[in-house]
């Protein structure tokens, strides 16, 4: 992350607190964006599935941190090379640190993850954690690890159902000026991946093809636009 970005521009725009679609998430989301701003310090642990928000609340947190002039870190523990244990002791300084893909963690990692968890606790810093599984069912050999991890305050995120995510992607198109009407909403969903932010990002693609060839967002237009 370079230093030198403006704070509103270190983290994705489409991941914010404010684009996120709650649905049955919305304590969750609360209890991250009280993280985040620093009014409560408890640590929290986010379980659910692929797709279920989980990157985009670490993401949220990172901004309204930084715009709360609090340091931040965010890091996709999948992404990390090995050795990935030296990364994580390596890790730590920060106000805020977002770890996703905790199903990552394993072997010599999980000593490394467990001397950051004591480290950040000393330091005063607030953890944010990310994974498709519960702490116990991670498959972690250190017992006093997946202890920490589960001593923290669990959220299990649900994904949207499939109405939610079709009036969140109209009302986002339209907010772009794009009417999306049910053949277009129909066509997309039997052929494009069906979470909201795989979505919205293909919507990105969409409103800047259709402003460039000055056409209507149609069944045929799409089929063109993806197929080339």
Request: proline content about 5%; glycine content about 6%; aromatic content about 6%.
């Amino acid at each position: 992350m370079n230093p030198q970005l403006p704070l509103d521009l270190r983290w994705p725009a489409r991941q914010r607190f404010d684009t996120f679609v709650a649905g049955d998430n919305a304590l969750a989301v609360a209890s991250m964006q009280r993280a985040a701003g620093g009014t409560d310090r408890e640590w929290l642990y986010l379980c659910g599935p692929p797709a279920s928000g989980k990157t985009h609340l670490l993401m949220a947190s990172c901004a309204a941190a930084s715009l709360a002039g609090r340091s931040a870190q965010y890091v996709a523990l999948a992404s990390v090379p090995e050795p990935r244990a030296d990364a994580i002791r390596a890790l730590g300084g920060s106000e805020l640190l977002a770890l996703d893909d905790l199903d990552a963690i394993a072997g010599p990692a999980e000593h490394a993850l467990f001397d950051l968890y004591n480290r950040c606790r000393a330091e005063g810093s607030t953890l944010l954690f990310a994974a498709r599984r519960a702490p116990h069912a991670l498959g972690i050999g250190l017992p006093d690890l997946v202890s920490r991890l589960a001593s923290c305050a669990q959220w299990t995120l649900r994904p949207l159902d499939e109405a939610s995510r079709r009036a969140a992607l109209r009302e986002r198109a339209a907010a772009r000026g794009i009417e999306l009407d049910d053949a277009v909403l129909d066509w997309l969903f039997a052929r494009q991946a069906r979470d909201l932010g795989s979505l919205t990002a293909l919507l990105e693609r969409i409103d800047r093809a259709a402003l460039a060839a000055q056409r209507r967002v149609t069944v045929p237009f799409l089929r063109d636009l993806l197929s080339s």
